[in-house]
């Protein structure tokens, strides 16, 4: 009964911080659903190769390799609603320059520099501080609710951006895209992130102080030295790379099969209720049964959908079984990276220790879209960068198995 007034006094007063993670979550995901529709543009356009299009998420993978860790200290030291009200506006901007690329590939790499560097500002690391340090009991319930932008993300982008190419061309939607994200992100965060997050005022009525792992944990060298902290990093780092090579070539894989723009665009929209099924389904699991289990399952979900599309031929049953599979790995990926980092190395420094660990995220998330590309621009198939994405998801599994005991629990208090 305790847990369950906790949980609620959790949610009325941390809403807020869920709301703004769904704005931010659907704004940082821009990159990975709509570039896969401008890979045929820009290459009709300036003559760029699919690898060089897709290798833009290799050019934002380093830039946020170097720069996560300092976002995430930065956020430790100033809180969320300062430094995301420096990076949405400038994330928007940058989406506006992607617009201006052309016709040197170099403009298109330094956009997604820019894009590397303040999405970090404005993304996943600022909402995942807030929302641990504020959710304790249904702290991954929470976890999964306020990324679900990412789904929403999923749902809005592909079809929106196909319009804005349809009806202004691949400039004007990069204009479109960035107008959008500036004003509906800077709104919220601007209007809703007012102080830090807190203690539900339900514990601190009761006299309770704050969990263990908000008053402890440990520092990042500390967490470097761990095997723990190289299990979660190596296998979420597999499933993104899976994940970031289908959603970024599922749209050409599927119209050199024969598809239309529109209708690829309607196959990607699939992702978007298997994302946020993944998302809050992931989240409940992750508040009753150990992550590693769950961390098996997302394993082995972007191995099965990298297999489906080996030999892919055409048609709708496989490119939607595929779809969903990606989509629930996606859904689950971002909150169970957030929720085993919590539980397994506290919340004093979690922002800079999220930095590290995104920055190896983003170095497989970036660079594997590159590598499929690059493979299907040598042998004119997908089939074997597929195969090498499900070889690689499947060898992290004992990675997974082997993950111990939580050291900060849920509820767990100090006497």
Not at 24 to 30: A, D, E, F, T
Not at 38 to 59: C, E, H, N, Q, Y
Not at 216 to 238: D, E, H, K, M, N
Request: glycine share 14%; with cysteine.
């Amino acid at each position: 009964m305790t847990q369950r007034v906790s949980a609620l006094a959790e949610w009325r007063s941390g809403w807020r911080y869920v709301f703004c993670n769904d704005i931010g979550q659907m704004s940082l995901v821009i990159n990975t659903y709509t570039t896969g529709l401008m890979i045929k543009p820009l290459g009709a356009a300036f003559g760029w190769s699919r690898a060089d299009v897709s290798g833009a998420l290799a050019i934002y993978a380093m830039a946020t390799f170097f720069c996560a860790p300092l976002a995430g200290a930065l956020i430790d030291r100033y809180g969320a609603r300062r430094i995301a009200l420096i990076g949405a506006p400038a994330t928007a901007l940058v989406v506006i320059g992607m617009g201006l690329c052309g016709p040197s590939i170099w403009t298109w790499r330094l956009a997604w520099a820019g894009f590397g560097v303040f999405s970090l500002m404005m993304g996943s690391q600022p909402w995942a501080a807030a929302i641990s340090r504020h959710f304790d009991v249904s702290r991954g319930l929470a976890l999964a609710i306020g990324a679900s932008g990412n789904g929403l993300g999923a749902l809005v982008w592909p079809p929106f951006t196909v319009f804005l190419i349809e009806h202004y061309g691949w400039r004007g939607a990069y204009f479109g895209l960035g107008t959008t994200i500036g004003l509906c992100l800077t709104s919220c965060v601007f209007l809703l992130m007012r102080g830090p997050a807190a203690m539900p005022e339900a514990r601190a009525a009761a006299g309770e102080g704050a969990p263990r792992s908000q008053r402890s944990g440990l520092t990042v060298p500390q967490v470097l030295r761990t095997w723990s902290f190289w299990q979660i990093a190596l296998g979420t780092t597999a499933m993104g790379m899976a994940v970031a090579s289908l959603v970024i070539h599922l749209p050409a894989l599927l119209t050199d099969k024969g598809m239309t723009p529109g209708q690829a665009a309607g196959v990607m929209t699939l992702l978007a209720p298997t994302v946020i099924a993944g998302r809050v389904g992931g989240g409940f699991l992750l508040d009753r049964i150990h992550g590693r289990w769950v961390m098996v399952a997302m394993l082995l979900l972007p191995a099965a959908a990298c297999l489906t599309l080996v030999g892919y031929h055409g048609g709708y049953p496989l490119a939607i079984a595929a779809t969903l599979m990606i989509g629930v790995t996606s859904g689950v990926e971002g909150d169970l990276i957030s929720f085993l980092l919590s539980r397994y190395f506290g919340l004093r420094h979690f922002a800079a220790i999220y930095g590290a660990t995104l920055s190896i995220f983003v170095l497989g998330y970036g660079f594997a879209p590159t590598v499929v590309g690059g493979v299907f621009d040598q042998l004119r198939s997908y089939d074997f960068g597929l195969i090498g994405l499900a070889v690689l998801t499947l060898a992290c599994l004992p990675a997974a198995l082997t993950l111990g005991r939580y050291p900060y629990p849920a509820g767990e208090r100090d006497p």
